[in-house]
């Protein structure tokens, strides 16, 4: 088992949609959480960040992490085709020294 | 101010030949990191480098990658003896510190053929 698992998809949605993207991990010393967003041939950039359990919120997006069931997952509301993209979540424990990556999920979202 | 450069862009190489990559960090970021995106397998950590400390190389496939990190700043990762299976996009990133508590900016990365 991956610690990091992340359906690629593709997910297509029309615009307005709410997206739901998900990861789970198998690593219980991981409590820093992190959702980048690539798009196509540059590189990911940060898009929220998390620590420890609970939800965070900023504009259109929300992290939720629930440490229990070593589940993650990112709302997108009102998705905008310029949300089409890949999400990766990304982790780390306080004694790591690298950010774990998914796979990531490819997102399209169509006017 | 300027983000962190990677070049070459494009590389394209036969099976065989050495090639380097260069990393340009944010001025001022003292870790720097290397991974590798292949097609359908997400960001693989390959290297580590935090300020004077030791790089953490527990990433790196094989001997016949390295990496190196001059005076804190620019690194070169270099892959001997390319293999048909290293071709895939080496991305470099910086951070003013730990990762867990200081976000990566990364690179456009550099799009590795070997032929």
């Known amino acids: 088992q991956k610690e990091v698992e992340q359906d690629p998809g593709p997910l297509s949605v029309p615009e307005g949609a709410i997206v739901s993207l998900n990861c789970t991990y198998s690593?219980?010393?991981?409590?820093?959480f992190m959702w980048y967003r690539q798009y196509s041939r540059k590189g990911p950039e940060l898009l929220m960040y998390?620590?420890?359990?609970g939800n965070k919120e900023d504009g259109r997006f929300t992290a939720q992490v629930d440490k229990s069931s070593k589940y993650i997952s990112l709302f997108i509301r009102d998705s905008q085709p310029s949300d089409s993209a890949t999400y990766l979540c990304a982790m780390i424990g306080q004694a790591g020294t690298a950010l774990i990556f998914g796979k990531g999920t490819t997102l399209s979202v169509s006017s | 101010g300027a983000g962190v450069s990677q070049s070459p862009s494009n590389k394209v190489t036969e099976k065989g030949k050495d090639v380097e990559l260069r990393c340009d960090p944010i001025s001022g970021h003292t870790a720097l990191y290397w991974y590798r995106q292949s097609l359908g397998q997400g960001l693989e950590f390959l290297i580590y480098?935090?300020?004077?400390?030791?790089?953490?190389k527990s990433g790196l496939p094989s001997d016949r990658f390295s990496a190196e990190r001059t005076g804190g700043s620019v690194s070169t990762l270099t892959i001997q003896r390319t293999q048909q299976e290293d071709s895939a996009v080496y991305l470099c990133?910086?951070?003013?510190?730990?990762?867990?508590?200081?976000?990566?900016?990364f690179g456009n990365g550099t799009r590795l053929t070997v032929t």
């Open positions: 480098f935090q300020g004077n400390s030791a790089p953490d």
């Open positions: 998390t620590y420890s359990s």
């Open positions: 690593n219980s010393a991981f409590q820093y």
């Open positions: 990133a910086s951070s003013r510190g730990r990762p867990d508590n200081s976000p990566l900016h």
